[in-house]
């Protein structure tokens, strides 16, 4: 691998005016810094500071000698490079605990400062300038490893295995690379399962970076294997749990654990929530060029660690008893955590259409994102989407960049009701998509895949040679985890503040994004009468922890 003057790493890093922030040098002043929230260590030739997978690894700024980093891969292990002096090991999962990602090694004798990661936490909230070379060196060595082509995890399944899209799906917006080899298109796919012990009925099937094999894992099997998950939450008690780790839950979190409460975070699947599946928002303030909200979840989970949240993925919540002063919330796994306040941020999901077969096709057709993946399927073929509204309206122009043809399908007679004005005009000028209004799909047609639809366009039934199709219908509340808890209205959604009504119970007037049970709050698309744009989740997931400190200090 090839390396600068310096010796260290290029190859993680894109080059041009961003190298040396990827891999800044540190100087006296700096590293006299670090010194004061760490110590001095000698360490020999050949010591090892920490093997990839360990967890809650410290962070190591080198003050004198050299130290390598390597990383495991389909192909053996691979040389990253070398650290000198005034160069500093780790990236953001580094500051919540989670597995490295790499090994590092002493190449000659080594004098370092020794940061533990309360310590680094600490650091980086203290001490702003310093906070931000380290942060964005953290965040842009993450952004590099995703895009890093040498990773060590391999999946091994098929494009038509629901469960194996499910699982890429959820590695990638939780940013863990894999190698994938599918079994129809990779001669080598049935080789690796037969050398692993594997068979097609096994699929998909994962293989860790210390040769471990997972046969059709549950994703938090996954999670604990790559170190993804948290080892320090089980039994804990926190002065606030968010559950939902979309906008409104991080936003929220974000918050309330920079103004010091002890906050963790829960999700099902990987932060972002529905808005994480965007390919691009455009009407965020701030980002004129728009923004994935893939990125916009990442930048709001870093700013989560940076202040010690602890975000736990995939963790979901099950159950709540609201009848203690503290909360006490039951999780998957058998697992529970405790909080003298919560926040609801559990977003809503997508409907599914009353289809005969719809489950059947799902994955093998039928699609509820649309992702770079879902393109790489679509590529110079028709396809359907299916809704009105902005998630829509983004996955439409998104895909229209791979496909042949994109048809838009609605119930209604147009689009303006529902979606935003700079999509439909983009839509509009694309000459690759077609709008019908009035139409439905009533038909799902195929055997082990979609091979066919039928619609109903204006009161004609046809048949149309379809293979995918995707859908971003309505929403429906993530509610039902929360039992009798909290007043929900007739959809399902949770009420707050005066619409609570008589359901209210408490003297005092409840706070505006508070349930009808004190201290459990709703915040984002999950609430009734939200406005269902990222902003406004936001929004409401910051103004919670206002009326949060007000309750915990009664």
Known sequence: MSKDSSGKPNELSSGGSRYHQVYPTLDERQLAILERYGERR??????????EGDRHTAMFAVLSGTIEVIRASVQGPRLLGTHGPGSFTGEVAT????AAVATTRVVSDCEVIVIDEESLRA????????????MRAY?????AFIQGQHVGLVVIGSTSSAPTLRLRHFLSRNGEPSAYFDIVEHAEAMELLMHYGATEADIPV???????????????AVADAIGLSPDRLNGEHFDLVVVGAGPAGLAAAVYAASEGLKVAVLDAKAPGGQAGTSSKIENYFGFPTGISGQALAGRGLSQCRKFGAEVGVPIEALTIDCTDASFHMGLDQDE???????????????????????????????????TFMEGAFCKNEELIVVGGGNSA??????????ARHVHVVIRGDGLSASMSDYLIRRINATTNITLHTRTQIVELCGESKLEAIKWDRQGQVEQKPIQHVFLFLGAQPNTRWLGDCVALDKDGFVLTGADTGDSWQAERPPHDLET????VFAAGDVRSGSVKRVAAAVGEGAAAIQAIHQYLAR
């Open 42 to 51: 000698k360490l020999k030739t050949n010591d090892i500071l920490y093997s």
């Open 95 to 98: 500051l919540a605990g989670r």
């Open 123 to 134: 650091l980086v909230i203290a001490e702003a300038e310093l906070s931000e070379t380290i």
């Open 139 to 143: 965040i842009l060595r993450r952004v």
């Open 206 to 220: 994962v293989i860790t970076l210390q040769g471990v094999v997972l046969r059709q894992p549950s994703h938090r």
């Open 336 to 370: 529970c955590v405790y909080a003298r306040a919560v926040v609801i941020a559990t977003g809503a999901r997508y409907r599914k259409p009353d289809l005969p077969r719809l489950e059947h096709f799902e994955g093998r057709g039928i699609y509820y994102s649309a």
């Open 393 to 402: 309206g983004q996955a439409v122009v998104f895909l229209a960049r791979f």
């Open 516 to 519: 009808s049970r004190p201290g």
